[in-house]
T-cell receptor, first 112, second 112 residues
Framework: GQQLNQSPQSMFIQEGEDVSMNCTSSSIFNTWLWYKQDPGEGPVLLIALYKAGELTSNGRLTAQFGITRKDSFLNISASIPSDVGIYFCAGKEVQGAQKLVFGQGTRLTINP | NAGVTQTPKFRILKIGQSMTLQCTQDMNHNYMYWYRQDPGMGLKLIYYSVGAGITDKGEVPNGYNVSRSTTEDFPLRLELAAPSQTSVYFC???????????FGPGTRLTVL
């Protein structure tokens, strides 16, 4: 089935650094979602994007829907220890699709 | 609202045993999903349901069965457990017309 290529797979950073990760697809997506999974928990939605070029923020998080509609980006500014976790991108290929496609995840580790 | 609840949180099975993973949501969501999460592999869809009485296969349905007799419940059945089914299983639900899926806390299953 369709796969989303998410990178990097893991990141080790110092507290206070900015973080960037991205997700690419071989086909056009209609919707992009970014989730965060804390250790031992289920994923929780951070940001949803619906239009090409859209830039949306949620606190220190900013996500963008790529102009080509085949990619999306998530940035975290001034990282703090509670940002640790796995970040997943997810996409919906067509309007009204019943399923999401998920990326492999980016595991973020922060050194205090 | 309790949201999406899953039981058990942890389970160890022997090869060939069977078990049912329970999932309940109290948000009156029509759509429900079962995913498995293997290390570094993201979330793979096992089965999903668009409403009571309707289920459909996802990407990796082999070795699993589901039923949806009520809106609230969506149990996942493993009939003959195999080591390849060792994974973390997540149940999720969403409203019709919405993109956000709400996830349960997961069931960690080990098959030895």
């Amino acid at each position: 089935g369709q796969q989303l290529n998410q990178s990097p797979q893991s990141m080790f950073i110092q507290e206070g650094e900015d973080v960037s990760m991205n997700c690419t697809s071989s086909s056009i997506f209609n919707t992009w979602l970014w989730y965060k999974q804390d250790p031992g928990e289920g994923p929780v939605l951070l940001i949803a994007l619906y239009k090409a070029g859209e830039l949306t923020s949620n606190g220190r998080l900013t996500a963008q829907f790529g102009i080509t509609r085949k990619d999306s980006f998530l940035n975290i500014s001034a990282s703090i220890p509670s940002d640790v976790g796995i970040y997943f991108c997810a996409g919906k290929e067509v309007q009204g699709a019943q399923k999401l496609v998920f990326g492999q995840g980016t595991r973020l580790t922060i050194n205090p | 609202n309790a949201g999406v609840t899953q039981t058990p949180k942890f389970r160890i099975l022997k090869i060939g045993q069977s078990m049912t993973l329970q999932c309940t949501q109290d948000m009156n969501h029509n759509y429900m999903y079962w995913y498995r999460q293997d290390p570094g592999m993201g979330l793979k869809l096992i089965y999903y349901s668009v409403g009571a009485g309707i289920t459909d296969k996802g990407e990796v349905p082999n070795g699993y069965n589901v039923s949806r007799s009520t809106t609230e419940d969506f149990p996942l059945r493993l009939e003959l457990a195999a080591p390849s089914q060792t994974s973390v299983y997540f149940c999720a639900s969403r409203l019709t017309g919405a993109d956000e899926q709400f996830f349960g806390p997961g069931t960690r299953l080990t098959v030895l």
